[in-house]
């Protein structure tokens, strides 16, 4: 028999409130790493329907997050498709014919509560240590009385009727079945009394409607799970699956949240973090591909993704880890490849050539983009300070310092300027005067390193007068020659 494919449709829906953390595009990425897998189509869906919570600039940020992680949808508010627009504010008259056919099925009932009477009603269920709950008071008007008000003008909110089953059933693609009482489900509301559906709704038409296959989605939302399938059965649609992806929570313990170690994607990637760092880092919370791999590029990711490798439990956001897959790609990726992310760490008005100089020869010692600033202040100096205690080799006096610097000096005078371009040539010619000269690496290579970083620790001493440039290396020895006078 020939198997009908269905094509995978998952859907990214964030709410534009503001700048999105890890969590938010940690959804994006399992949805795309899971569609990507199947050729199915990744959907950027914008749930902009509370218009009060709207932040403005959110939907550039979730594009540029998505751009910089290399996250593309197939379909979303830029890209149209063939169920736009993706904009739920863009599509409220549709909405509002599924509220008739759920009000004309008995699956949702006019309220004419006035708010005071429903804050009253909250106080009293609160002091009773019932949970809040709406008691069904207008459910009980008849046709005439719904009528009446309405034609009066009066205000009204469409509330969904919970099913009148005593129970129902959930399925979740990683925890199974899970059964809830009916009468714990409050009759929440659909659609507000300014004519904007609610998240709920609008949420449960809109996968309908665009032909969602897998919702994924974080574990927050499972309290509103089984009344998505109260509405999702009351219009007697098809399910989509869901995936309720497993919390993120800090290292103290607790949420991930803005104070406690949730920072935004844009923050991430001003503090120096890779793109494929952060994917790979992001991946692995919550999903595992149940080997020893540890490091995976986004096509690595596609292939090996599976909802069996996702977990259940609590992910832990881990600092560390995220510095040393940042450190991995840091040390892998050519000079070339983190020149504009790393600019934004350097002094301006400097040639491209220079700054991928400087990050070929620091880049191995990074674990963040920023700290190129700190670390690569004397190569941008015009005047090196020189601390003369720590300039000799061991013991050795100011005078042999000085030998040992103009050795090299002289030893660098033979290199043309073409060939300072490479660096093997300035280690090969330096290395070769020692040898051929009879001395030793220490004395010499010691403060020649000092006298062109100013310090004792960086990165060789060749590196560096290749980054500097022969001009410049020779300035730098002249200067702390003159020092040890
Ligand atoms: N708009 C919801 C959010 O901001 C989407 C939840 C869902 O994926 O169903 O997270």
């Known amino acids: 028999m020939n198997e009908i494919k269905i094509q995978i449709r998952t859907r990214f829906a964030p709410s534009p409130t503001g700048k999105q953390h890890i969590g938010g595009f940690r959804t994006a990425l399992y949805s795309y790493l899971y569609a990507k897998k199947q050729n199915g189509v990744f959907i950027l869906r914008i749930e902009d329907t509370d218009q009060a919570r709207s932040v403005k600039g959110s939907v550039e940020s979730i594009y540029d997050g998505l751009k910089w992680l290399g996250i ?11 169920y736009g627009p993706y904009s739920q504010s863009e599509r409220l008259d549709m909405y509002k014919k599924f509220v008739q056919e759920l009000l004309d099925g008995k699956h949702a009932y006019y309220c004419f509560c006035a708010p005071e009477r429903l804050t009253e009603l909250k106080q009293a269920q609160s002091a009773a240590a019932k949970p809040p709950k709406y008691d069904q008071k207008c459910l009980k008007l008849t046709p ?19 099913p009148s089953e005593p129970t129902l059933t959930t399925f979740d693609e990683l925890r199974g079945k899970t059964l809830w009482q009916t009468k714990d489900l409050d009759d929440h509301v659909l659609l507000k009394s300014d004519g904007f559906p609610t998240y709920h709704l609008a949420n ?23 009344k998505h399938v109260a509405l999702h059965g009351a219009f007697g649609w098809k399910m989509p699956k869901f995936i309720h992806l497993p919390l993120i929570l800090s290292k103290e313990g607790g949420k991930l949240s803005k104070r406690k170690g949730a920072v935004p994607l844009v923050d991430m990637q001003h503090q120096g973090f890779l ?34 490798g996702l977990n259940k439990a609590g992910a832990i956001y881990d600092t560390e880890k995220l510095l040393w897959y940042n450190a991995h790609y840091i040390h892998h990726a050519p000079a070339e490849k983190l020149l504009q992310q790393a600019k934004e760490f350097l002094p301006g008005g400097f040639s491209d050539d220079l700054y991928k100089k400087i990050i070929t020869i620091e880049k191995s010692r990074l674990t963040a983009l920023s700290e190129l600033s700190e670390i ?89 007068a290749w980054a500097l440039g022969k001009e410049e290396t020779q300035n730098r020895i002249v200067a702390a020659i003159k020092a040890c006078s």
């Open 275 to 308: 793109p494929e760092a952060v994917v790979n880092f992001m991946a692995f919370l919550g999903w595992n591909p149940k080997t020893e791999q540890e490091i995976f590029s986004m096509d690595q990711l596609i292939e090996k993704f599976s909802i069996k």
């Open 376 to 464: 690569t202040d004397y190569l941008f100096t015009k005047k090196l300070k020189i601390d003369t205690k720590i300039l000799p080799w061991k013991e050795n006096t100011p005078d042999a310092t000085a030998q040992a610097l103009k050795f090299s000096a002289d030893a660098l005078a033979k290199i043309g300027e073409k060939d300072w371009e490479k660096q093997e040539n300035i280690e090969k010619t330096l290395k070769t005067a020692i040898q051929t000269s009879n001395q030793k690496n220490g004395p010499i290579l010691w403060p020649l390193r000092v006298a062109l970083t100013g310090k004792t620790q960086s990165p060789s001493p060749f590196e560096v």
């Open 144 to 162: 005439d009385e719904i009528k009446e008000k309405l034609k009066a003008g009066e205000k009204y909110v469409v509330r969904q009727k919970m």
């Open 72 to 82: 593309h949808p197939d379909e979303g508010p830029r890209e149209g498709g063939e």
């Open 204 to 226: 449960v038409v809109d996968d309908h409607l665009m032909k969602i296959t897998h919702v994924f989605r974080g574990e927050e939302w499972l309290p509103s799970f089984p």
